[in-house]
C-alpha cells in the first residue's frame, strides 16, 4: 500500500519561508518521479514543480519565479519542497504525488496535503 505523508505546513508571515516533506512508503521510492502540486481556495489544483528520480534535475511552474525549490533524499524516501518569500497567494494545500513512468501528466498516487497559510 503507497503512502505519501505530507508535513511542513502551519500559519506563516509574509516574507517568511518555509520547507514542506513528504515521506514515500510502499514503492521504490527511487525509481518515481515526483510532484508538487497546490490547491488555492477557490482554484484548481495546479503543478508546481517536479523532480527526476536522481534528483539531479527539476522542472517548474513559471509562477515559480525562483522562489521554490524541490529536492529528494531517496536515502529516506522524502521530497521537499522548500518556499521563500511567501506571499498572500501562496496561501494553499500543498500535495505531493508520484507521478506516472509511462504517462507523464498522470499521478498515481497523493498525499494528504499539508495547509500552508500566509498572512500579511
Known amino acids: 500500500q503507497v503512502q505519501l505523508v505530507e508535513s511542513g505546513g502551519g500559519p506563516v508571515q509574509a516574507g517568511d519561508s518555509l520547507r514542506l516533506s513528504c515521506v514515500a512508503s510502499?514503492?521504490?521510492?527511487?525509481?518515481?518521479?515526483m510532484g508538487w502540486f497546490r490547491q488555492a481556495p477557490g482554484k484548481e489544483r495546479e503543478l508546481v514543480g517536479t523532480i527526476s528520480t536522481s534528483g539531479g534535475s527539476t522542472y517548474y511552474a513559471d509562477f515559480v519565479k525562483g522562489r521554490f525549490t524541490i529536492s529528494r533524499d531517496n536515502a529516506k524516501n522524502t521530497v521537499y519542497l522548500q518556499i521563500h518569500s511567501l506571499n498572500s497567494e501562496d496561501t494553499a494545500v500543498y500535495y505531493c504525488a508520484v507521478r506516472s513512468p509511462v504517462i507523464s501528466t498522470q499521478y498515481l498516487y497523493w498525499g494528504q496535503g499539508t495547509q500552508v497559510t500566509v498572512s500579511s
Open positions: 510502499g514503492l521504490i521510492f527511487s525509481r518515481y518521479i
